[in-house]
């Protein structure tokens, strides 16, 4: 199962937010770090997150075009 830590940048309609992950990558031949950043559509069932929150998701089944993350219990 795979796990992403991240935070709540958007409360998008009903029982969706969207997660922004950051991390540090390095280049493979000169070995420089960068950051990048990526966003998810992630299912909260309770409407329990709020922007700003440090949320943990986990991959799920799809649960709609883009939404295929759900918040960790």
Not at 10 to 15: L, N, R
């Amino acid at each position: 199962m795979i796990t992403k830590q991240g935070t709540v940048v958007k409360k998008s309609g009903d029982k969706t937010v969207k997660v922004e992950i950051r991390e540090r990558r390095q280049h493979p031949k000169y070995q420089k770090s960068f950051p990048v950043t990526k966003k998810f559509l992630v299912h909260d069932e309770n409407n329990a997150a709020k922007e700003g929150d440090q949320v943990t998701i986990v991959q799920s089944r799809p649960k709609s075009k883009r939404k295929s993350w759900a918040l960790a219990a």
